[in-house]
């Protein structure tokens, strides 16, 4: 059974920083590209960041040089380093693990993690 749960959200002040960890479980972590994607209330939900399995990574263009996406395949983890958190980042952060096969894309999702930046 596939699992990732997220951690490392709660409150923290304009400015402040966080860091989410994705713990994977029950699948080849270093097969599947690794993303974070987030949903504030009344908004879909948005890609934010995205890790390849070679490493490569991509942004959105609100979160570029101020969020870090990494990972680590012998802990089978994703990262998402947040710098400088601004009210707009509030929602809740969930990581995704996808790949292709054939002609299907395997998905999974985490439960997510709430992220509030607040004074």
């Known amino acids: 059974q596939v699992q990732l749960v997220e951690a490392g959200g709660g409150l923290v002040q304009p400015g402040g920083s966080l860091r989410l960890s994705c713990a994977a479980s029950g699948l080849i972590f270093s097969i599947y590209a690794m993303g974070w994607y987030r949903q504030a209330p009344g908004k879909q939900r948005e890609l934010i960041a995205t890790?390849?399995?070679?490493?490569?990574?991509n942004y959105t263009d609100s979160v570029k040089g101020r969020f870090t996406i990494s990972r680590d395949n012998a802990e089978s983890t994703v990262y998402l380093q947040m710098n400088n958190l601004i009210p707009e980042d509030t929602a809740v952060y969930y990581c995704?693990?996808?790949?292709?096969?054939?002609?299907?894309?395997?998905?999974?999702w985490g439960q997510g993690t709430q992220v509030t930046v607040s004074s």
């Open positions: 890790i390849t399995t070679a490493g490569s990574t």
């Open positions: 995704n693990a996808g790949r292709m096969v054939q002609h299907t894309t395997l998905t999974y």
